[in-house]
């Protein structure tokens, strides 16, 4: 039940050998990549431990920055003269921006995905999209204030974490790293940690000022990127 139906299909469908020595799975083919043994023990707890920190991190930063949006929309509401009678509301084309960040860059950020992986693997995807990501947390935290600046930014993580969301996904139920017994061990783990990190996020975000958020997301992109590049080691 933790784990989702494409996942299923990623280690549950079985392999065909064909005359040229390839497998297909689902209609594709590629060459055959068949493990020697799994890693140890130690090796698979200390990867799903890995994998739950990931997700936990990069999942707070994404929802967090949600709530924060409206936080900055207010804000620059109360501050300008010209809007006292919205007192400090989201209002009007307000909330296509809101739309057009969200909405939009989520479905770039999954072309962004589908191009990237035909090219790189999942692993590389993950570090990239956390180092853009790390990078712009880091400009919306030394120009907090600048309140187009923050709103492109938001949208770049939006974007970026929207690109790594299925290699996410597919990371935890890794066939290849993973024995049977661990796979769901893993996919359960994973999602129920990113569901603690979506309420946090939202929570944190409404609780903590703008300014307070932004240093939590700068920590959680920092622990996300340096989890990001020993996720193999």
């Known amino acids: 039940l ?92 307000q909330f296509l921006v809101m739309s057009l960040i969200f909405g939009g860059c989520n479905v770039l950020g999954r072309l962004l995905s589908y191009l990237l992986t035909r090219f790189l693997s999942s692993i590389t995807v993950i570090n990239i999209t956390s180092i853009i990501t790390l990078i712009t947390i880091i400009i919306m935290n030394v120009y907090p204030d600048s309140f187009t600046l923050v709103l492109l930014c938001i949208g770049i993580v939006q974007m970026t974490t929207s690109a790594g969301v299925n290699e996410r996904y597919v990371m935890c139920a890794d066939r290849e790293v993973f024995p049977p017994e661990y796979l769901a061990i893993s996919s359960g783990l994973s999602y129920s940690v990113g569901s603690v990190a979506l309420t946090l996020g939202v929570l944190l975000a409404d609780v903590l000022s703008p300014l307070a958020t932004l240093r939590s997301h700068l920590v959680a992109a920092v622990a996300a990127m340096l989890v990001g590049l020993t996720l193999y080691m």
């Open 2 to 93: 933790f784990i989702r139906p494409p996942l299923s299909f990623h280690f549950l469908l079985p392999e065909t050998k064909t005359n040229s020595g390839t497998s297909t799975e689902t209609g594709s083919s590629r060459p055959l990549q068949h493990s020697s043994g799994y890693p140890s023990r130690r090796t698979i707890i200390l990867k799903i431990l890995k994998i739950c920190i990931f997700t936990l991190t990069s999942i707070y930063y994404y929802y967090g920055a949600i709530l924060l949006l409206p936080h900055y929309i207010k804000a620059k509401n109360i501050r300008d003269e010209a809007n006292t009678a919205s007192c400090g509301s989201v209002y009007g084309s």
